[in-house]
């Protein structure tokens, strides 16, 4: 039988933008404000001026015959599955967001999402890291996802606290020196 005939399962999550993590089970899709208006931006951006660009291209090259050799159709085509898988990531990740808002705890010395915390490590590094959702992690800046490890050994603990964190060569000890939040 072709494989176009072949209905696909329910579960399979081909939507998933590729190289992003998926929520854990469960779990809250958090987010801050800044990092939800950015999706909503792209969301926008994707709707209001890309895909409508790309499909009158893909028009125009159809009205030029023959699709199997023709570049402009082939190339949009793909461009617009493309489009609308992120299209509909989007839409998913923003409909069950949860924007929580960190200036909230400015002035707090208590680890919640949101927070800018600076931390030893055993071996007496420093590592700053700001805690945000899993959509608007950038580790490139220093920010990790509320998931990761290392934000879930931080999360609750205060400043001067020292606590655990499990890594791949075993059990860390490291120490909460400061906690920032921004202001609001």
Excluded: C
Excluded at 137 to 149: M, N
């Amino acid at each position: 039988m072709n494989k176009a005939f072949v209905k696909e399962a329910e579960g399979d999550e081909e939507d998933d933008a590729p190289g992003l993590p998926a929520l854990p089970a469960g779990a809250r899709n958090y987010i801050t404000p800044a990092g939800y208006q950015r999706l909503r931006q792209e969301l926008m951006t994707l709707l209001d001026a890309e895909r409508p660009k790309i499909v009158e291209v893909v028009s125009w090259a159809a009205k030029n015959g023959d699709r199997s050799e023709n570049g402009d159709y082939l190339y949009g085509k793909k461009r617009l599955r493309e489009i609308d898988r992120r299209i509909r990531f989007l839409t998913k990740r923003l409909d069950i967001a949860e924007v929580a808002d960190p200036s909230a705890h400015h002035g707090s010395d208590q680890v919640f999402f949101g927070a800018t915390v600076t931390y030893a490590t055993a071996a007496g590094d420093e590592r700053t890291i700001t805690i945000k959702g899993i959509d608007e992690a950038d580790s490139l800046q220093g920010e990790v996802s509320w998931v990761s490890p290392v934000a879930r050994a931080l999360l609750k603990a205060r400043e001067g606290d020292e606590v655990a964190l499990v890594t791949p060569g075993g059990l860390e000890k490291i120490e909460v020196l400061e906690v920032r939040y921004p202001a609001p």
